[in-house]
């Protein structure tokens, strides 16, 4: 699939359910760019994202979990983690939704 075919199924009316949701069977890509914001959006008509969903969930949480039992942080160093942990997901998010290579 081109970069041009991946853009028409992304701003196609017919495959984002209330404007929100994007359901496209024919799109490879998981995580797609939202139409609106800068930000990104999960492909619910991809298989892939079922598996790949709850591996985004464990990146987020994983550095909470691992390091507050082991070394007893405080509130300010467990947002950090966390901001760290989402700007990973974020690198990431972008690099799968800028599309075919």
């Known amino acids: 699939m081109t970069r041009e075919q991946a853009e028409a199924f992304r701003t196609n009316d017919k495959y984002w359910w209330f404007g929100v949701v994007y ?4 799109d490879p890509r998981f995580i797609v760019r939202n139409r609106w914001f800068f930000a990104w959006t999960w492909n ?10 709850p ?11 691992i390091f507050t039992p082991a070394y007893g942080l405080d ?3 467990v947002v950090a983690i966390t901001a760290g942990a989402l700007l990973v997901l974020v690198i990431i998010a972008n690099y799968v939704a800028s599309g075919p290579r």
């Not at 359901?23 to 024919?26: D, G, L, Q, R, S």
């Not at 619910?44 to 969903?53: H, P, R, V």
């Not at 591996?55 to 979990?65: E, R, T």
Request: hydrophobic content about 65%; some cysteine; glycine content about 4%.
């Open 55 to 65: 591996i985004f969930i464990l990146i987020f949480i994983s550095p909470v979990l």
């Open 23 to 26: 359901i496209c069977k024919e």
């Open 44 to 53: 619910f008509g991809n298989l892939k994202m079922l598996l790949i969903l």
């Open 75 to 77: 509130a300010k160093e």
